[in-house]
């Protein structure tokens, strides 16, 4: 029978055993347990990577505009457009020929027209379709034909009205040399050419009115319609009177002639 000191050696060896052996099992290469995953390239499986992964945040800023070459490119002809028009202005108010009442209503045609450029800038800015840019920029090109129209017709008017004033100043003249003549002479050959020439200052002169009338009734934002009604009262309107004036101017010359056929030469003299 063992005594009992060899019993405790043996029942100590026991109980060390037994507590070194889980932790040997775990460190045995041939262990049967759970052993904390290893990546293994080219499976998926074996990654140490988290199962549910969190992509970054995408920052999304403001859309880009996608009609930005387009609307860039209106907005530069409607800069020249308006460009174009304050060149017009400008020269009209340095005009020598046009009076101050035929500045002052152009100023104010100009001034409106400006204005519907600037809305036209405006529309631009907030345009959604490449077409509606396009109108825009034919809308401006309109603006400023209408302008240009406007300051030649108003010109055309102003020279025409100069030459009736001219002519008129001639012929009166003209008739008070006729008064001289001795008492009894016929001067038919006198009267009736400036008859006719009175007739032909009164007809440019309606006429330069109409034209000056209709280009001025133009809005600052015309349609192609608008223009082409326009073109069409003013250009007819225009050339009337200068025809008029022509054959005014012709009166006055026979009136002319004629008067010095009746004069006495030392009258003349």
Same mark, same amino acid.
């Given at each position: 029978?063992?005594?009992?000191?060899?019993?405790?050696?043996?029942?100590?060896?026991?109980?060390?055993?037994?507590?070194?052996?889980?932790?040997?099992?775990?460190?045995?290469?041939?262990?049967?347990?759970?052993?904390?995953?290893?990546?293994?390239?080219?499976?998926?499986?074996?990654?140490?990577?988290?199962?549910?992964?969190?992509?970054?945040?995408?920052?999304?800023?403001?859309?880009?505009?996608?009609?930005?070459?387009?609307?860039?490119g209106a907005l530069h002809a409607l800069a020249a457009s308006?460009?174009?028009?304050?060149?017009?202005?400008?020269?009209?108010?340095?005009?020598?020929?046009?009076?101050?009442?035929?500045?002052?209503?152009?100023?104010?045609?100009?001034?409106?027209?400006?204005?519907?450029?600037?809305?036209?800038?405006?529309?631009?800015?907030?345009?959604?379709?490449?077409?509606?840019?396009?109108?825009?920029?034919?809308?401006?090109?309109?603006?400023?034909?209408?302008?240009?129209?406007?300051?030649?017709?108003?010109?055309?008017?102003?020279?025409?009205?100069?030459?009736?004033?001219?002519?008129?100043?001639?012929?009166?003249?003209?008739? #008070?040399?006729?008064?001289?003549?001795?008492?009894?002479?016929?001067?038919?050959?006198?009267?009736?050419?400036?008859?006719?020439?009175?007739?032909?200052?009164?007809?440019?002169?309606?006429?330069?009115?109409?034209?000056?009338?209709?280009?001025?009734?133009?809005?600052?934002?015309?349609?192609?319609?608008?223009?082409?009604?326009?073109?069409?009262?003013?250009?007819?309107?225009?050339? #009337?009177?200068?025809?008029?004036?022509?054959?005014? #101017?012709?009166?006055?010359?026979?009136?002319?002639?004629?008067?010095?056929?009746?004069?006495?030469?030392?009258?003349?003299?």
């Amino acid at each position: 029978m063992p005594s009992a000191r060899l019993l405790s050696l043996a029942l100590a060896g026991a109980t060390s055993l037994a507590i070194a052996t889980p932790a040997a099992a775990f460190a045995s290469p041939t262990s049967t347990g759970h052993r904390p995953a290893v990546a293994h390239a080219g499976n998926p499986a074996h990654s140490t990577k988290p199962a549910h992964s969190t992509k970054p945040a995408h920052h999304h800023g403001k859309p880009s505009d996608q009609l930005a070459g387009p609307r860039k490119g209106a907005l530069h002809a409607l800069a020249a457009s308006t460009a174009a028009v304050q060149r017009i202005a400008a020269s009209e108010q340095a005009s020598t020929l046009l009076g101050s009442a035929d500045k002052a209503t152009l100023a104010a045609f100009d001034a409106d027209a400006r204005s519907a450029l600037s809305a036209d800038v405006t529309a631009a800015g907030s345009a959604t379709s490449p077409q509606a840019l396009a109108a825009l920029i034919q809308a401006g090109n309109r603006t400023v034909q209408a302008v240009k129209l406007a300051g030649e017709v108003t010109s055309a008017a102003a020279t025409g009205t100069a030459a009736v004033t001219g002519l008129g100043a001639d012929a009166a003249a003209l008739k #008070a040399q006729e008064a001289s003549l001795p008492a009894g002479t016929d001067t038919s050959s006198v009267e009736v050419p400036l008859a006719d020439l009175t007739t032909q200052l009164s007809a440019a002169q309606t006429t330069l009115s109409t034209a000056s009338t209709a280009v001025l009734a133009l809005p600052a934002a015309p349609s192609a319609g608008d223009l082409r009604t326009a073109r069409d009262a003013t250009e007819p309107a225009l050339t #009337a009177a200068n025809t008029a004036l022509m054959a005014a #101017a012709a009166d006055l010359a026979t009136a002319k002639a004629a008067l010095a056929a009746l004069t006495p030469p030392t009258a003349a003299a």
